[in-house]
């Protein structure tokens, strides 16, 4: 069975960019979670899809960050314009809605210069 | 052999006694982590620990990173019902991915 797998594995961009970063989740998968882990710190939560829906949302920072899932297999998350404090790490993380462990994603590795 | 490990697997504690998680690594780290996960939730952020040495607490949950900077036990004192779900570890060898534990799922007895 496949991981769940993310594209880039590393992103280097301008400040004012756009960059999409994208989660394709284990197939079967109904809940789908996006992190960001800014360098030396803890991992933070930024939002849940179930299925295609936003489940949770209340870790997003800011309206310059857009995640969709369009029907409910893969995600994308856009970042428009890239500000420099946007470097960091983004995980996902995706599980079965009858499991309790989330499988993750190797992460890309976003740097804004 | 896995560059992390984590246990015990699972643990069944009766409520209001103490319990102990560990979380071993191969080499040392940059930093360890210290998650909890509950259904449907996501990670719920416990503790980050940097320092050979240091010890950090969050309520009756108390962690520590060992000197050589290799080993992490995640001590939760008197037990309650709140406190079950698993726990995970993650290891920061490069400041740049995690390496997580396998899990332990905690379940408490009333």
């Known amino acids: 069975e496949a991981g769940v797998t993310q594209f880039p594995s590393h992103s280097v961009i301008e400040k004012g960019q756009t960059v999409t970063l994208r989660c394709d989740p284990i197939?079967?998968?109904?809940?789908l979670y996006w992190y960001r882990r800014v360098m030396g710190k803890e991992i933070k939560f930024l939002l849940h899809?179930?299925?295609?829906?936003?489940?949770?949302e209340s870790g997003m920072p800011n309206n310059r960050f857009l995640a969709e899932r369009t029907g409910g297999t893969y995600s994308t998350l856009k970042v428009q314009p890239a500000e420099l404090e946007d470097s960091g790490v983004y995980f996902c993380?995706?599980?079965?809605?009858?499991?309790?462990?989330?499988?993750f994603g190797p992460g890309t590795r976003l740097t804004v210069l | 052999s896995q560059e992390l490990e984590q246990s015990p697997q699972s643990l069944i504690v009766q409520e209001g006694k103490n319990l102990t998680i560990n979380c071993t690594s191969s080499?040392?780290?940059?930093?360890l982590y210290w998650y909890k996960q509950k259904y449907g939730e996501g990670l719920i952020f416990l503790m980050m620990?940097?320092?050979g040495g240091e010890e950090k607490s969050h309520e009756k949950i108390t962690a520590k990173l060992d000197e050589k900077k290799q080993q992490s036990s995640l001590h939760i004192t008197a037990s309650q019902p709140s406190h079950a779900g698993i726990y995970l570890c993650?290891?920061?060898?490069?400041?740049?991915?995690?390496?997580w534990g396998a899990g332990t799922k905690l379940i408490i007895k009333p």
């Open positions: 993650g290891a920061d060898y490069s400041n740049y991915q995690l390496i």
């Open positions: 080499k040392t780290l940059y930093g």
């Open positions: 620990l940097q320092k």
């Open positions: 197939s079967g998968h109904d809940n």
């Open positions: 899809f179930v299925k295609e829906s936003k489940q949770d």
């Open positions: 993380a995706s599980s079965q809605s009858s499991q309790v462990n989330e499988v």
